[in-house]
């Protein structure tokens, strides 16, 4: 498989999140953005006999903590640009080392 030789018997561990990575299927992987409605569906809580039966409410914990955050927080942002974002190389799942950030009491006074 793409130059490497895999021999009866042994073992392959695919990771979903790269899946989820591939430009070819998911346009624009690396951006983050929460109303993302891919052609493909995502891979992330793994599909048939392998999906997560934790996604709903893993899916009711990201709403409710991103919710609170954006409207608790309105002056909250990222300190830096995404590209100076510091992912963890090679890690099972995509995540960072850090995320900076800003917060103003007041977005509209900054
Ligand atoms: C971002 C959050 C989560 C992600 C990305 C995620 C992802 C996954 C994936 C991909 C699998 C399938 C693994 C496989 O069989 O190859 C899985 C299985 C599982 N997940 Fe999650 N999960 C998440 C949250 C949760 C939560 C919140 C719970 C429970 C409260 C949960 C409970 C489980 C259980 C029990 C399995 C094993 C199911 C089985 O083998 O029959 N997960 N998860």
Redo the contacts with the bound molecule.
């Keep these: 498989m793409n130059g490497t030789l895999i021999r009866a018997g042994e073992t392959v561990v695919a990771h979903?999140d790269i899946a989820d990575r591939d430009p070819g299927v998911h346009p624009r992987p690396g951006v983050f953005d929460i109303a993302r409605h891919d052609p493909a569906p995502a891979l992330?809580?793994?599909l048939g006999a392998?999906?997560?039966?934790?996604?709903a409410?893993?899916r009711a914990?990201f709403e409710v903590t991103l919710g609170r955050l954006a409207t608790g927080f309105p002056g909250l942002r990222t300190a830096v640009a995404d590209a100076g974002l510091d992912w963890k190389p090679a890690a099972p799942l995509h995540a960072l080392r850090t995320l900076p950030l800003t917060w103003t009491a007041d977005p509209g006074e900054g």
Excluded: R, Y
């Excluded at 392998?50 to 996604?55: F, L, Q, R």
């Design positions: 979903t992330v809580f793994g392998h999906a997560c039966p934790g996604e409410l893993a914990q």
